[in-house]
């Protein structure tokens, strides 16, 4: 018997209806753009149905004993009670192919260019156990202070929490900037709910400085709240692909607040019941699954998660806290910083990184050892002081020391450090080679000198000489 007579002897009635037959249903309630359907019977979550009569898509979100809420994608206006609705029997899918580099995508991961690559759901089950791998290595953003004292690992998840205006968005774009030169990062800027301006002013900036390792998806103010919703699964669905790759994709969400938002949009719309803080119940589990996507591969990819959380009165609400607790640390913006002009304001105290310092090369790790300590004792030294209290040569020597850091600690816009000039300018001011007035020369020296990727104490001591020649040795104190 061939292996054709034995696949047709073997078929049964049930798998010839199955194959053949077509499940329908109807709208029994319509609201902008969401809608109810009943008679769906097998459906399930994430699936594609297809409204016939209009040609136009839907995609389940929740499926109740009855009846199956549907997210419409689309013009919701031409969708009427009664219209009939088909199972397609797919899930939602975003194509991802290496084209998509320097492309900008709707929410929907679409644009007016037709990609040829993989189907990647939107939905799916976050890395096991056995697939993960420890996190290992730095992410280097040129920030200073993140890459001394909030160190960030590829598989990472980092929330960013802050005031508006307080520069959020500008740390996603110097981490962009200072990883344009390298090919196995792939950069994903989500943007959900921002003004059209803002979204203008990021693609300017990718322009400007000629970054080609991105790519945008774009669900803004005015787009419809579906878009809003989908825009960061599918970022995460388009970092998984180049995680798969072998590659480390850094998927940055600005911001959830307004995911969170769109989400309870949705909510009121299909008047489901609110909870705290007026968000849906299940908000937290909405982003734990979805940041949960992240992580180190043993076959060599990552994907890292940088969403941004908008506080309001710089006050930790129920939002923040619970992508707080989701992810492996939090990098927060400090408003009293910001008024003083201190960029990034960043404040040290309550931000950090649960990975911790493991993962930073074995001399800087050296070098920023006890630096946060210093920095906490010469502050109260420095209350005392103000307060009359008698200082010692060795405390004014502190005090001294770690305003020298402290200046380290605040660049200006847009110019991240590489990781072999932090520690060469980490070097140079824990050996007493510069003094607190040769800091800006030195960095300015800093940016224009060509260096090597390059990490040893040695290399450190050797390009700390060639530059304090170039500034001449008599001023240096």
Not at 32 to 41: K, N, P, S, T, V
Not at 83 to 100: A, D, G, H, I
Not at 187 to 207: E, H, M, P, R
Not at 271 to 283: A, F
Request: charged fraction near 20%; proline fraction near 3%.
């Amino acid at each position: 018997m061939t292996d054709l007579e034995v696949l047709i002897n073997n078929i049964t009635i049930s798998d010839i209806d199955e194959l053949f037959q077509e499940e329908f249903g109807r709208v029994v309630f319509v609201q902008e753009e969401a809608c109810i359907c009943d008679g769906l019977i097998n459906a399930f979550i994430g699936e594609i149905v297809y409204f016939s009569d209009i040609n136009l898509e839907g995609m389940i979100l929740e499926l109740r004993e009855y009846s199956a809420v549907v997210l419409i994608l689309g013009d919701y206006r031409k969708v009427s009670v009664d219209m009939e609705v088909k199972r397609t029997k797919k899930l939602f899918y975003v194509s991802v192919s290496n084209e998509c580099l320097g492309q900008i995508l709707n929410g929907y991961g679409k644009n007016n260019i037709k990609f040829n690559g993989t189907e990647m759901p939107i939905f799916t089950a976050a890395p096991t156990l056995i697939e993960r791998a420890h996190i290992q290595n730095q992410i280097f953003t040129g920030i200073n202070i993140i890459d001394f004292f909030i160190p960030i690992g590829f598989g990472q998840r980092e929330v960013i929490v802050g005031n508006k205006g307080t520069g959020k968005t500008s740390i996603l774009q110097s981490i962009i900037l200072n990883n344009k030169n390298n090919t196995d990062i792939i950069a994903i800027y989500v943007s959900i709910g921002q003004s059209q301006d803002k979204t203008i002013d990021f693609i300017s900036f990718l322009q400007k400085n000629n970054i080609t390792n991105y790519i945008m998806v774009v669900a803004g103010l005015s787009d419809p709240v579906t878009m809003r919703y989908f825009a960061p699964l599918v970022g995460c669905s388009i970092g998984e692909y180049f995680r798969n790759q072998g590659k480390h994709a850094i998927v940055f969400m600005d911001d959830l607040s307004n995911h969170a938002s769109a989400y309870r949009e949705i909510a009121l719309l299909l008047k489901i019941s609110q909870g705290r803080d007026g968000y849906p119940g299940d908000i937290f589990y909405l982003h734990s699954s979805l940041l949960e996507r992240a992580g180190a591969l043993k076959s060599g990819g990552s994907m890292t998660c940088l969403p941004i959380v908008e506080l309001i009165g710089g006050e930790l609400d129920f939002l923040a806290t619970n992508v707080i607790s989701i992810t492996d640390g939090q990098i927060y913006m400090d408003d009293s910083k910001f008024a003083q002009y201190k960029r990034p304001a960043i404040g040290i105290g309550l931000s950090v990184s649960r990975v911790g310092t493991q993962i930073q090369p074995p001399y800087l790790k050296e070098l920023c050892r006890g630096l946060k300590l210093t920095l906490a004792q010469a502050n109260e030294y420095e209350t005392a002081r103000k307060l009359g209290a008698d200082t010692s040569s060795d405390i004014l020597n502190l005090i001294n020391f770690a305003e020298s850091i402290e200046k380290l600690l605040y660049q200006s816009h847009l110019q991240p450090l590489l990781p072999e000039k932090q520690i060469i300018l980490l070097h140079a001011i824990k050996t007493n080679k510069i003094a607190k007035n040769q800091i800006d020369e030195f960095i300015n020296y800093l940016h224009s000198f060509s260096t090597v990727s390059n990490y040893t104490k040695e290399y450190a001591e050797e390009i700390t000489q060639i530059l304090l020649g170039e500034m001449n040795y008599e001023i240096i104190k």
